[in-house]
T-cell receptor, first 120, second 111 residues
Framework: NAGVTQTPKFRVLKTGQSMTLLCAQD?????MYWYRQDPGMGLRLIHY???????AKGEVPDGYNVSRLKKQNFLLGLESAAPSQTSVYFC???????????????????FGPGTRLTVL | RKEVEQDPGPFNVPEGATVAFNCTYS??????FFWYRQDCRKEPKLLMS???SGNEDGRFTAQLNRASQYISLLIRDSKLSDSATYLC????????????FGTGTKLQVIP
């Protein structure tokens, strides 16, 4: 099992450019998440998905869009990148377990290796 | 007050020392608690869940104090390989979107 993979690993964008970050997991996990990690801020949830075809906003969704057309993939899009979006982006997945989404709160999160994005 | 607070450190300790980290949380209704470890420029990985009765995994012991709203992590006989940032994670049951990460406590174990 590859676990959770992310592409690309690094990217430099100019302000106003667009890009898509791909997260893929081969563990058949139901729930997938996108976080950003900034110095002194901790990980903050951008968007999440509780299943194929579903997405929902997290704590800091502005400027980002997501899609989950296939269960194993969760895409994060930046339509018009801004310097404030310079960050490290982590994808994570969680098995559903028992109790649905509430039960997922007790399960381990499996993280991808991260994407380091710089917006100039 | 932040929802989850940790002392950022760094904690510089010699090999073999015992070190303890605390993490305070603001929501008394929080239901699940974790410690994650994050190595430099790597992704977070689960170290251990924290149970109400406290739990131990080898040299690591986690405790939960609901009355004072904090969790702790104790590392005994520190190894060089323990050097990392330790993240406190607190979830409010009823929806995964309630998960909150602390900013992490950096540990440096010195030879």
């Amino acid at each position: 099992n590859a676990g959770v993979t992310q592409t690309p690993k690094f990217r430099v964008l100019k302000t106003g450019q667009s890009m898509t970050l791909l997260c893929a997991q081969d563990m058949n996990h139901e729930y997938m998440y996108w976080y950003r990690q900034d110095p002194g801020m901790g990980l903050r949830l951008i968007h999440y998905s509780v299943g194929e075809g579903t997405t929902a906003k997290g704590e800091v969704p502005d400027g980002y869009n997501v899609s989950r057309l296939k269960k194993q993939n969760f895409l994060l899009g930046l339509e018009s990148a801004a310097p404030s979006q310079t960050s490290v982006y982590f994808c994570a997945s969680i098995p559903s377990g028992t109790g649905g989404l509430a039960g997922a709160a007790y399960n381990e999160q499996f993280f991808g290796p991260g994407t380091r994005l710089t917006v100039l | 007050r932040k929802e989850v607070e940790q002392d950022p450190g760094p904690f510089n300790v010699p090999e073999g020392a015992t070190v303890a980290f605390n993490c305070t949380y603001s929501n008394s209704a929080s239901q699940s608690f974790f410690w994650y470890r994050q190595d430099c420029r790597k992704e977070p990985k689960l170290l251990m869940s924290v149970y109400s009765s406290g739990n131990e995994d080898g040299r690591f012991t986690a405790q939960l104090n609901r009355a004072s709203q904090y969790i702790s992590l104790l590392i005994r006989d520190s190894k060089l390989s323990d050097s990392a940032t330790y993240l406190c994670v607190v979830n409010l049951s009823g929806g995964y979107q309630k998960v909150t990460f602390g900013t992490g406590t950096k540990l440096q174990v010195i030879p």
